[in-house]
């Protein structure tokens, strides 16, 4: 005869399954929620980053735009600068040639002004003054004026003073007269004239105070 033992309390009839805690579905659904936090800050930090860049980026533009702009105008200064040297170059590449051919035309003035003063044959003295006026047109074409002097006020960047002389009719510092005339090649001074310039007349009064002055200074 089988005889009934009692099963131990885990064995008896007892097919409930385990009640879960009761917070276990609240921590699986913060787990997304938290996931999707971090993306957004991670997207966040990404936009910062690319913004940053941009701006940098941007900075970098400006700056690269400010040192064309720059070179450009160098540039611009650098063409004009040589333009105007290369047309000075041309415009006085003959310059020598030039003063070689002034002799000459001094040569001819001379001739003229003898021929007037001795009468010479006349028709020898218009040939002359044909051919001097006929080279100094010539002259004249290609840039070449002459400085005017006699009755000017003297100016040094076209006259050379070779003496003074005294005078009442014309103010202090006039060119009176000209032993040499002088040429421009376009706007630059050739040759300055060698003149003569007037100076106030001395009395004799003030010759003798100077020469006092001058003594007692010595």
Known sequence: MKENYPLPE???????????PADQPETA???????????NAQQNEEVTRL?????????ELCALNDKY??????FDN????????????????????FKDLLPTLDNLERALQSGREQALIQGLLEG????YKHFLDTLQKMGIKQVTSVGEAFDPAKHQAVGQVESTSVPESTVVDEYQKGYFLHDRILRPAMVTVAKAKTEPGDEE???SKEGAEA
């Open 78 to 97: 650098y063409k004009r600068r040589v333009q105007r040297d290369q047309q000075d170059t041309i415009r006085f590449a003959n310059e020598k040639l």
């Open 29 to 39: 659904s913060a787990a997304p929620e938290s996931e999707e936090a971090d993306e």
């Open 69 to 74: 702009l720059r070179l450009a105008a160098e």
């Open 209 to 211: 105070a100077q020469e």
């Open 128 to 131: 002359v003054d044909l051919t």
């Open 51 to 59: 913004n940053r860049q941009l701006l940098e980026t941007d900075e």
């Open 10 to 20: 885990e064995a008896q009839g007892d097919d409930t399954a385990p009640t879960p």
